[in-house]
């Protein structure tokens, strides 16, 4: 299936079947936009425990991401839509999530307890997370996966593509980061872009969204509950004691089969 939430797109395969999991040169194959399917997230579903669904995802580069917000998101509206259920117990690297069907309509998930300390991010050093040593004063946030979130004047116009690469990679984050740049428009409002690590720039991330709400709370920029308004539209994070929730729009664009000519025309 090909789903995204505000732009940030996925393929998404159901392995309950018993199918076999991708190879890596599947997920590259899969992963070109201009000779297959295009991506910004592979996500593989699997079957769990008590009902739970399983998942599990990668980037671009083949690497595997613990979290995706926004996949798990799209993923649990399609299987609530399926069942007639209004929750849903998800199993991901990150830990068990909860997902639920509001009465709006709209798809709301758990996200989990944000990680501030710096080993768990994980960050190569102890250093005051709120606030590292690095030129901008970043905040490390980990939401299964390490954010290093810049609060910046003006969003829109800084060079995404040559700033956030400079981060992704830089020697505080052993594991790379994701790095969001985000302008505070209000107590209850960020505006907020993207570069995910092992992907690029991207229109949307829901634990990027996550991770930039949490770091503004902490900074005491805004308050717990904000819109967060990104390159693909808008996503709601609450920053509660349960966990960080986050609710948005979803979009399943279509199911398909690969073909055989595909298939053969793949190394490995």
Request: net charge negative; proline share 5%.
């Amino acid at each position: 299936m090909k789903m995204h939430g505000l732009g940030n797109d996925f393929v998404v395969m159901d392995l309950r079947g018993g199918q076999p999991a991708p190879t890596p040169a599947l997920v590259a194959a899969l992963a070109d936009r201009h000779r297959g399917v295009g991506f910004d997230q592979l996500a593989l579903v699997r079957a769990s425990e008590g009902g739970a669904v399983d998942l599990t995802f990668y980037n671009t580069d083949g690497s595997v991401s613990a979290a995706c917000g926004n996949a798990t998101r799209c993923i649990a509206a399609h299987e609530m839509a399926a069942t007639g259920a209004r929750r849903l117990a998800i199993r991901t690297a990150r830990g068990a999530l909860e997902a639920v069907l509001r009465d709006d309509g709209i798809t709301a998930v758990n996200m989990g307890a944000p990680q501030t300390g710096w080993r768990e991010i994980p960050l190569a050093e102890e250093v005051d997370t709120a606030e590292l040593p690095i030129e901008g004063g970043p905040v490390a946030t980990g939401m299964g996966n390490p954010h290093c979130t810049f609060f910046v004047e003006d969003a829109v116009g800084l060079p995404l593509e040559s700033f956030g690469p400079r981060y992704e990679t830089h020697p505080l984050f052993p594991e790379r980061a994701n790095v969001e740049v985000v302008q505070v428009l209000s107590r209850d409002v960020i505006r907020m872009r993207i570069w995910e690590r092992g992907v690029g720039a991207t229109l949307a991330s829901g634990s990027g969204a996550c991770a930039a709400a949490v770091a503004a709370a902490r900074r005491g920029l805004t308050e717990r509950r904000v819109t967060v308004e990104l390159d693909g539209g808008r996503i709601e994070v609450d920053w509660r004691d349960d966990g960080v929730w986050m609710a948005g729009p979803t979009a399943h664009v279509f199911t398909g089969t690969l073909t055989p000519e595909f298939l053969e025309g793949i190394d490995g």
